[in-house]
């Protein structure tokens, strides 16, 4: 609560210093996933390109099990939230 995670709104997108989140983020669950060890990707799912625009087919969109479809996510501590990387859509 009340805890900065970025300086500006365009520093998470265009990776400039203090992109990188200072501050805890939480799961639903209460879990900070910076930290924890159930989350070891530490990945922020987008489905968006470079851009900002949708990324067709790298979205997850009715991904329903183990399978090929790839989804667009970016590490955490990167500091560009859209400089997304292929990840498949089981990855936890």
């Keep these: 609560q009340g805890q900065l995670l970025a300086k ?4 998470l997108f265009e990776g400039q210093p203090g992109a990188t989140p200072q501050a805890p983020i939480y799961s639903f669950n209460g879990r ?18 470079l ?3 949708h990324a067709r087919r790298r979205d997850c969109q009715g ?7 790839e989804g667009m996510a970016t590490p955490l501590g990167q500091g560009r939230l859209l400089a997304g990387h292929r990840h498949n859509c089981s990855t936890p």
């Design 32 to 49: 900070n996933i910076l930290t924890d060890p159930l989350w070891p990707h530490r990945l922020a799912w987008h489905g968006s390109t």
């Design 51 to 53: 851009r900002g625009g």
């Design 63 to 69: 991904w329903r099990g183990s399978g090929a479809a």
């Design 8 to 11: 500006s709104w365009s520093s």
